[in-house]
């Protein structure tokens, strides 16, 4: 039964090649990740973050059909004139499937960040991306239907899948645009558009095959608003479509600080994850709540978050969900720099 199991999420695997890229919940925690002009823009010396995926844990014996992993470093290159120029690394591996499904990718980022104004409190940033891709099947852990002998109820060893390489490797590109003001001094705001795939690169295990990977299109934007001396406001929103597959997640979360003379802070918050409806060009609340928290001390912070299923998935006899956790560290400025970038807070 596992065995049968595992071939239909495995199916399911490659329904979703075809589908969104892997992303997370937690995308504000994933900056390299969600647009390549993110690269270096932070008030500190050198940003390190890591984020984990577990999606479905309970669904297949307790085991872990869907698990993602990511890391990533980046640090900003001061200018005289206010400008910078952030570069930086990500890595990341998603293992789907049990492992029979994996794809893995490290990339070079790299962006410039332009301030305008006289003071520097705006600022346009432009990035880009460039590294190896890699996607990797398991073909000794994997049965096929052909494989299936109705007679019997068993699988043979023999499959008549058309399979010419269990490894495909190719280059990738991505490309970002971010906007960012501070309009107040308890107010700014902040818009962004990145572009990932630029290269569309076959994909195809099949001898036959010629699948490219599609573009992915981001849209996501937000806001900080401080109304409270110890209480600010974060709201955020993300828009991806790739191919015909459209995704829109909208939320927000409170900041709390503990103490007033000390960094010291905690966030609360909600989203809600959209999915197309059956109907072109409409959206339905169909598809997961995702609970978040955060706790942060001295440039520390570590996030926790669950996606709550609100599809016809949430029917299922075991729990269905995914849990990630974050951690980002940024290292604070040296004392004697003077040049500070006005950034959002995710």
């Known amino acids: 039964m596992r065995k049968s199991l595992s071939a ?13 890229d892997i992303h997370f919940s937690q995308f504000y925690n994933s900056p390299l990740t969600l647009n390549p002009a993110l690269t270096g823009k932070m008030n500190g010396t050198f940003r390190f973050a890591m984020n984990y995926r577990n999606q ?19 640090a ?37 960040h332009k301030s305008l104004g006289k003071e520097g409190k705006h600022a346009l940033s432009l ?51 971010m906007a960012n003001s501070q309009i107040t001094k308890k107010a700014n705001a902040y818009v962004g558009f990145a572009m990932f795939h630029l290269t569309q690169p076959k994909e195809s295990f099949l001898a036959t095959g010629d699948e490219n990977l599609p573009i992915r299109y981001v849209v996501h934007g937000g806001a900080e608003y401080v109304f409270h001396k110890r209480i600010a406001l974060l709201p955020s929103a993300i828009y991806m479509r790739q191919r015909v597959f459209d995704e829109l997640n909208v939320g927000a979360a409170f900041v709390f600080k503990m103490m007033e003379n000390e960094n010291t802070l ?9 999915l197309p409806s059956s109907k072109q060009n409409e959206f339905n609340f169909s598809d997961a709540a995702i609970f978040y928290t955060a706790f942060e001390y001295r440039n520390f912070r570590l996030a926790f978050s669950y996606d709550a299923s609100t599809s016809d998935i949430r029917n299922a006899p075991k729990p269905v969900g995914a849990f990630e956790v974050s951690v980002t560290y940024v290292y604070p400025l040296l004392p004697d720099l003077k040049n500070v970038l006005f950034c959002p807070r995710f």
């Open 8 to 20: 239909i999420v495995l199916l399911f695997c490659f329904n979703v090649l075809i589908g969104q």
């Open 56 to 74: 479905w844990f309970t669904t297949v014996n307790g085991t872990t059909p869907f698990a993602t992993y990511a890391g990533s470093f980046d």
């Open 76 to 112: 900003p290159i001061r200018l005289n004139n206010n400008d910078a120029v952030g570069l930086g690394v990500v890595l990341m591996n998603d293992r789907s499937a049990e492992g029979r499904l994996n794809n893995m990718f490290g990339l070079f980022s790299a962006a410039y």
């Open 127 to 177: 990035g880009v991306q460039g590294g190896m891709n890699q996607k990797r099947l398991n073909i000794s852990e994997l049965q096929f239907f052909n494989q299936f002998d109705q007679s019997t109820g068993s699988f043979s060893q023999i499959s008549t899948e058309n399979i010419s390489n269990d490894k495909v490797t190719f280059f990738d590109l991505n490309a970002g645009l």
């Open 266 to 274: 905690f966030y609360l918050g909600g989203y809600y994850r959209m």
